[in-house]
């Protein structure tokens, strides 16, 4: 791809995730319901309204695009997809009906099996997440949802950048060593983990936190590692794996030590790692 369409995918892909934030806090402030999906996980008016968002603005580039609340596409017709989409629409939709502000949208471009372009947008917060192959990570605060109209188009893109942070951003002087962990899907894995690297360490600090939030810490540098010992899928994992990587660090699955890859026949990641790549 060309640097232009390059920054044509990156300018579009916020646009529509701040796009589909108005449309998650538009439902977040009422009285939603929640449906059971067939595996349980809850499923909210917000998931629907963002997914729809999200499609539309990317189907214009042609490109397959493979979402949480999307059809379930065969495998045969995935394998031929060399470059597509990644998309949770609403990441964390726990956190969401509990109502602590800890979700987020993520839209990741993969290609060749690995995401190359990240956008994760925390709408509660205003603060936004994006990263390129080729430019880097970078955090932007107070990034309004109506701000999804001034940024549609590559020139403007370029002005996002000046006023944007550059990830990680500086490393706290003595900070001691920090684990990013998961708000509502602790396991006896993870707590075993901490211990372990409690003895070894001596001072570990432990952050919790919801839905890809806990690859913005690892990428901004608040975090050392983050540790998942349970299930999620690639649409859970793919922007925030492509930020922390053009931030300088690695997400590798735990028995191998190989990053993440992805649009595989079983869509379920194994567990892993994210975190500096001098630590991992």
Known sequence: M????????????????????????EVYHTDFQVEDKADRS????????????????????????????GREVPWQTRSDWDTLWVVDPLDGTKEFVKRNDEFTV?????ENKIPVMGVIYVPVAGT?????????????????????????????????????QRLPLAEPPGAAFTIAGSRSHGTGELARFVEDQRRRRGRIEF????SSLKFCLVAE?????????????EWDTAAGQAIVTASGGSVVAQETGRPLVYNKQDLLNPWFFAGRKEIL
């Open 42 to 69: 809850p499923l909210t008016l917000a998931d629907k309204r963002s997914h729809q968002i999200i499609t539309a603005a990317l189907q214009p580039f042609g490109l397959p695009l493979l979402s949480e609340e």
């Open 221 to 233: 540098g608040k975090a050392d590692i983050y540790p998942r010992f349970g299930p999620t899928s």
């Open 106 to 110: 993520n839209i990741a471009l993969v």
């Open 2 to 25: 060309t640097i232009t369409r390059d920054r044509e995918y990156l300018a579009e892909a916020i646009r529509a995730a701040a796009q589909a934030g108005r449309a998650i806090l």
């Open 207 to 210: 952050i919790s936190a919801g």
């Open 128 to 164: 936004l997440y994006f990263a390129q192959r080729e430019i880097g990570a970078f955090k932007v605060t107070g990034f309004d949802c109506g701000d999804a109209r001034r940024i549609a188009a590559p020139v403007v893109l370029a002005d996002l950048l000046q006023g944007a």
